[in-house]
C-alpha cells in the first residue's frame, strides 16, 4: 500500500511558476515509478512526467523545456516544479505511484489554475 498526499496547487497568472509536491507514505526508493498526471474538464487524464527508481524521466511533449520533476528519498517526496505556466495547463494534477507487482497508486489530486 501506498498513500499519496499533493499539495502546492493554486491560482497563477500565465507565466508565472507553482511547485506541486507528493509525500508518499513508504520509501520512494521502493516506488518502481512515481510521477504526475492531469486531468482538465472534459478531458482524459494524461501523463505529465515520471520519475523512475533510478532517476530516469519521461516528459509530455507540451510540457518539456518548462516542468522539471524529482524526487527527494530522503523525505519521500517527488516534486513538480512548472515554470512558464500557460492557460492549457489548467487541470486537476494528481500523483501517480507503480509498484511493479505491487499496485498503482493515486494521490487525491490538486486543482492547478493558470489565469490568462
Known amino acids: 500500500q501506498v498513500q499519496l498526499v499533493e499539495s502546492g496547487g493554486g491560482l497563477v497568472q500565465t507565466g508565472g511558476s507553482l511547485r506541486l509536491s507528493c509525500a508518499a507514505s513508504?520509501?520512494?526508493?521502493?516506488?518502481?515509478?512515481i510521477g504526475w498526471y492531469r486531468q482538465a474538464p472534459g478531458k482524459q487524464r494524461e501523463l505529465v512526467a515520471v520519475?523512475?527508481?533510478?532517476?530516469?524521466?519521461n516528459y509530455a511533449d507540451s510540457v518539456k523545456g518548462r516542468f522539471t520533476i524529482s524526487r527527494d528519498n530522503a523525505r519521500n517526496t517527488v516534486s513538480l516544479q512548472m515554470n512558464s505556466l500557460k492557460p492549457e495547463d489548467t487541470a486537476v494534477y494528481y500523483c501517480?505511484?507503480?509498484?511493479?507487482?505491487?499496485?498503482?497508486?493515486w494521490g487525491q489530486g490538486t486543482q492547478v489554475t493558470v489565469s490568462s
Open positions: 501517480n505511484a507503480v509498484v511493479l507487482l505491487g499496485g498503482t497508486y
Open positions: 513508504r520509501s520512494t526508493f521502493s516506488i518502481n515509478f
Open positions: 520519475i523512475s527508481s533510478a532517476g530516469g524521466t
